[in-house]
């Protein structure tokens, strides 16, 4: 494994609190080095016998599901904390009938044609503001 792919895998996210390594396979990962010397993890698992290593394993395996879905929920929580921050910074814009706006073009949308090509539509009128800020746009020639 390369050394940089390596170390993103192994190193713990904040937003996770576990490394990719640990998410996917479900345990951490054994560096070549610690089989080549020994760490205290691996002199223990082969000092069990092979029932018990079995067990131990088998006991892993349940935790698994609960390590995962405690690190879903504190990557929620982090979204959650990013998404607060990120709002702080925003201020809304309370727009009235009459008033002229641009439209965005997204990626997405046919209208975009390209790189190079506008992102933005209009100028269109606002005719009426609906709940949560939605609007009902028209042409500038009605």
Known sequence: MNGVVEG???TIRISTRATPYFLVYGNDV????????PSLRIIQEAELSDAKLIQVRLENLALID???INNVCHGQLYQNRMARAFNKKVR??????????????FPNQDEAKGKFSPNWQGPYIVSRVLIDRALILAEMDG
């Open 8 to 10: 993103y895998r192994t």
């Open 30 to 37: 054994v560096i070549p080095a610690e089989i080549e010397i």
């Open 92 to 105: 809304p814009i309370n727009l009235s009938p009459g008033q002229l706006v641009l439209k965005r073009i």
């Open 66 to 68: 609960g390590r995962r």
